[in-house]
């Protein structure tokens, strides 16, 4: 998704606006940087967890710190973790979230990022190796079951629902896509979609966001 320019623009965003306040923040999975990198630039501090050795060398050759887990870090110590297209991959998901439930501080937040609707899933999810896909109240009831209070679940991006049915009808078992498709999409119709989103979120999109937070000590 590196040459969805527009895509990431936005998730970044939303990153930015949910890390505000928070002095301790981790990217759960967070590959080469692509929103790490300019969050460090703004100020931020930030501890990247990410297990391919690759990724992690190029972190570490921006100065980000770098752990292969989170048995690294204490519990009861993260203001925010974040993981954006990364819990699909994570066989059990919500052992996942109760260790995040674990490290954040109370009252501290998980903003995440995940591939909507299983009826979506190709050989495009096999083929970068996802689990599942989600749908809003199945993520909301793990996040319940792991310890979270959920403040915001939506589904975004409802026309790329429809170019990922139409990939799923068409599916030849390749499990690839076009950058050039990638890239013309993000020039040309995420704007639109997102206009959409306004008057949609709530049933539809190719993704879905889901905001929660750890309780608040007594």
Not at 126 to 143: A, F, P
């Amino acid at each position: 998704m590196k040459h969805a320019y527009q895509y990431n623009r936005l998730l970044l965003k939303w990153i930015s606006s949910y890390a505000a306040g928070a002095s301790q923040i981790v990217h759960f999975g967070a590959g080469a940087g692509v929103f790490a990198i300019p969050l460090v630039e703004a100020g931020h501090r930030v501890l990247c967890v990410e297990v391919d050795p690759l990724f992690k060398s190029m972190l570490r050759e921006h100065g980000l710190p770098v752990a292969a887990s989170l048995d690294v870090v204490p519990d009861s110590s993260i203001d925010f973790i974040y993981a954006f297209d990364v819990l699909e991959h994570i066989e059990d998901d919500v052992h996942c979230l109760e260790l995040w439930h674990r490290k954040l501080r109370p009252g501290g937040r998980i903003l995440v990022y995940v591939p909507a609707f299983p009826v979506l899933y190709s050989s495009m999810d096999r083929h970068i190796g996802h689990y599942r896909r989600y749908r809003l109240r199945s993520l909301r009831v793990k996040c319940r079951a792991a310890g979270f209070a959920v403040d915001r679940a939506v589904y975004v991006d409802c026309i790329g629902f429809l170019a990922s049915l139409a990939y799923k009808l068409t599916d030849r078992g390749a499990g690839v896509i076009s950058w050039r498709a990638v890239r013309w999409y993000d020039r040309y119709v995420f704007r639109l979609s997102r206009t959409f989103d306004l008057l949609v979120s709530r049933w539809v999109g190719k993704n879905l966001l889901i905001s929660a937070r750890r309780a608040q000590s007594a």
